[in-house]
């Protein structure tokens, strides 16, 4: 498997335009999860699915943001309008089952978006 | 407020010696903890994790600890290699969740 899959893996834009940015989870995975690295909070989690249905969203930062998951391959993170504050590395990550408890994440290479 | 934190953002450490990155937590009930290592430019991967019933797990040159009455644990690299400079992040898997530290930026000087 190749792993996840973000696309793209760097993103400069201007404040006010929107932003997508692109996950495909591993083949059978049910879980899929959002996060935003900065220095001061780590890694922040933004929004968690699990069998393409959002389960807890409370990490989402503001209406800018939103996150969707139409099928079980394929996840988007949208930030409309972006803010220069919103520059930070945003990953995503599937996990096999949530049930399994103490199993990994897996983690794409993250997308690094600047809004200038 | 962050439920784990990692208090130290960087070490320093010569090769061959042991590095001991520190992990605290706020919530007795956990499941796991696991940590990560995290090179530059890619995604975080998993290291080694340990479960809440148990207090030691090793796996080669790296070794988890957990003191439950402290809410603390630790992750010893024994002997550390220069490959090992990274950013370490330590995660408590409590239900469907992760929580995770803000890092701890490991350099292991040649």
């Known amino acids: 498997d190749a792993g996840v899959i973000q696309s793209p893996r760097h993103e400069v834009t201007e404040m006010g335009q929107e932003v997508t940015l692109r996950c495909k989870p591993i083949?059978?995975?049910?879980?899929l999860f959002w996060y935003r690295q900065t220095m001061m909070r780590g890694l922040e989690l933004l929004i968690y699915?699990?069998?393409?249905?959002?389960?807890?969203d409370s990490g989402m930062p503001e209406d800018r943001f939103s996150a969707k998951m139409p099928n079980a391959s394929f996840s988007t993170l949208k930030i409309q309008p972006s803010e220069p504050r919103d520059s930070a590395v945003y990953f995503c990550?599937?996990?096999?089952?949530?049930?399994?408890?103490?199993?990994?994440?897996?983690f794409g290479p993250g997308t690094r978006l600047l809004v200038l | 407020d962050q439920q784990v934190k990692q208090n130290s953002p960087s070490l320093s450490v010569q090769e061959g010696r042991i590095s001991i990155l520190n992990c605290d937590y706020t919530?007795?009930?956990?499941?796991?903890f696991l940590w990560y290592k995290k090179y530059p430019a890619e995604g975080p991967t998993f290291l080694i994790s340990i479960s809440s019933i148990k207090d030691k797990n090793e796996d080669g040159r790296f070794t988890v600890f957990l003191n439950k009455s402290a809410k603390h644990l630790s992750l010893h690299i024994v002997p550390s290699q220069p490959g090992d400079s990274a950013v370490y992040f330590c995660?408590?898997?409590?239900?469907?969740?992760?929580?995770f530290g803000t890092g701890t930026s490991l350099t292991v000087i040649p």
């Open positions: 699915f699990n069998n393409n249905v959002p389960i807890d």
């Open positions: 083949s059978g995975h049910n879980s």
């Open positions: 995660a408590e898997n409590t239900g469907n969740q992760f929580y």
């Open positions: 919530n007795s009930m956990f499941d796991y």
């Open positions: 990550a599937s996990h096999p089952d949530r049930d399994h408890r103490g199993e990994t994440q897996y």
